[in-house]
């Protein structure tokens, strides 16, 4: 790739805001930085944008406007994960502004229907080719108040340099209409994709970063240098739905375990506890979880409920749970539940609030458990569920990576661990839970003006 010219120059001044423009200069120059695609037809078609925008229009009165951009615009809902932190902090931001019209960014019309269910307007403006231009058309008509990215697990890069990149300078281009914007907390795994440094050092001081545990705000800080808040996720801010009759069902069946003088444990994992498909070994750890629940329920009255977080179809949860259930359906009898039908983030959260404890393998699902004061052991990858255990003060033995699950009898240990000590790690997780949720509040705190919040400064990396 060739040096920018003069010309180029002269169009990547006028286009850009000042705090982003060494960032896209630099990946405009750098054969190694790719992945933007942004040619010199898109940075024109952005300039025009910018200057047919009068970014400098009056504020409004209420109703305030908020643009929600998910981690997953193709699917949105489909994902638990994504439908629980924008529920939970547009419902915060509520309290303060009962009128708020709320706008979430999607890619598909399948995605805009589920945004439509939840209440929300859609912003279809994620699509393929991504256009720059489109976006600040979109946000130039609905001019934001607020913005909310939720920065999940994908900003480290670990799926995509180039959508955590663009999530990133949306964000920035937020900041640029005057938006006041958070990235709710994200985690940070111990190999960020390069590319990203510059993008993070560089975003408008605008975007305010908010990392979900102690560990990833110290791995950011050393990858970036770049000033960021200490907050627990969103998602803790939840409010569960008990009051369904999906929920109602599921509790009388594990009410019925209870009269039996057992108890409950859900058991969730998924097709992304390997990075790339691998379908031989997810079915060798379908086949040892069974081995494992069999005896622990023949021999430790567990019943188990396989609860499915996770519905987006070449990743759902039940691609895995199904045949477990199936599996374990002729040995275990009514002391196995497949929850085969579709619930909400709230009513998840209700469910997870009635059983003894939990072992999964999604964030989120965890994230759900904790919140209602259960205790849990995760499966875990991608470096992310230790800072949240930190958060509770819970051993790292209670987490067990894909790898291990598959030798010999590693789970069946782990399992047998975590019903010995999970009356013990739920005391503990309840005597946390409110410290947690307040730094879970924290992830609202930029759009609502609230004081200060714990921070990482540039020079020392120590937290304030």
């Not at 975003?203 to 770049?226: E, Y």
């Given at each position: 790739m060739r040096p920018l010219d003069e010309d180029e120059e002269t169009i990547v001044k006028q286009l850009i805001p000042v705090p982003v423009r060494r960032q896209l200069r630099g990946w405009l120059n750098s054969a190694k930085n790719t992945p933007l695609a942004l040619d010199l037809l898109e940075l024109r078609r952005w300039q025009n944008a910018r200057r047919d925008v009068g970014v400098n229009a009056a504020p409004r009165n209420d109703p305030r406007r908020l643009v929600v951009l998910p981690s997953d615009p193709w699917s949105v809902r489909q994902s638990r994960g994504d439908e629980a932190m924008i529920e939970a902090a547009t419902g915060e931001v509520r309290r303060t502004y009962p009128n708020l019209e709320v706008y979430v960014v999607t890619a598909t019309a399948a995605a805009s229907a589920d945004v439509r269910a939840m209440g929300f307007k859609p912003l279809e403006l994620w699509r393929q080719p991504f256009s720059y231009e489109t976006v600040a058309q979109e946000l130039s008509l609905t001019r934001p108040d607020f913005g909310l990215v939720l920065g999940a697990d994908v900003l480290d890069g670990y799926y995509s340099p180039v959508d955590a990149a663009r999530m990133l300078l949306v964000a920035d281009l937020m900041a640029a209409f005057g938006a006041k914007v958070s990235v709710l907390g994200f985690s940070f795994n111990s190999r960020p994709a390069k590319a990203?440094?510059?993008?993070?050092?560089?975003?408008?001081?605008?975007?305010?970063?908010?990392?979900?545990?102690?560990?990833?705000?110290?791995?950011?800080?050393?990858?970036?240098?770049?000033?960021?808040?200490?907050?627990?996720?969103?998602?803790?801010?939840?409010?569960p739905r008990a009051d369904t009759a999906a929920v109602k069902q599921i509790a009388s069946t594990i009410e019925r375990?209870?009269?039996?003088?057992?108890?409950?444990?859900?058991?969730?994992?998924?097709?992304?506890?390997?990075?790339?498909?691998?379908?031989?070994?997810?079915?060798?750890?379908?086949?040892?979880?069974?081995?494992?629940?069999?005896?622990?329920?023949?021999?430790?009255?567990?019943?188990?409920?396989?609860?499915?977080?996770?519905?987006?179809?070449?990743?759902?949860d039940d691609n895995c749970l199904r045949p477990l259930a199936d599996r374990l359906k002729p040995t275990l009898g009514d002391h196995v539940h497949h929850v085969d039908q579709a619930l909400s983030a709230g009513e998840i959260k209700a469910v997870v609030g009635l059983v003894d404890g939990v072992i999964t393998g999604r964030m989120h699902l965890a994230i759900a458990a904790l919140g209602q004061g259960t205790p849990v052991a995760a499966i875990t990858y991608q470096d992310k569920f230790q800072g949240l255990f930190a958060h509770f003060g819970v051993s790292e033995s209670l987490l067990l990576s894909p790898a291990q699950f598959l030798v010999d009898d590693s789970f069946e240990k782990f399992a047998l661990q975590f019903l010995g000590t999970h009356e013990a790690v739920g005391g503990k997780v309840r005597q946390m839970l409110p410290a947690v949720m307040e730094l879970s509040r924290a992830n609202i705190a930029p759009l609502l003006g609230e004081g200060a919040m714990r921070t990482v400064h540039e020079a020392d990396g120590k937290v304030a």
């Open positions: 990203l440094r510059e993008v993070f050092r560089l975003l408008d001081p605008g975007v305010v970063l908010n990392l979900r545990d102690a560990i990833s705000l110290q791995r950011f800080d050393d990858f970036a240098r770049k000033r960021a808040h200490l907050v627990a996720d969103a998602a803790f801010m939840l409010t375990q209870r009269e039996q003088g057992r108890k409950v444990f859900v058991f969730n994992i998924h097709p992304m506890l390997f990075k790339k498909p691998e379908p031989a070994k997810l079915r060798h750890m379908i086949e040892l979880a069974a081995v494992a629940m069999e005896r622990l329920s023949r021999e430790h009255k567990a019943s188990w409920l396989l609860l499915a977080h996770d519905y987006r179809p070449e990743i759902a």
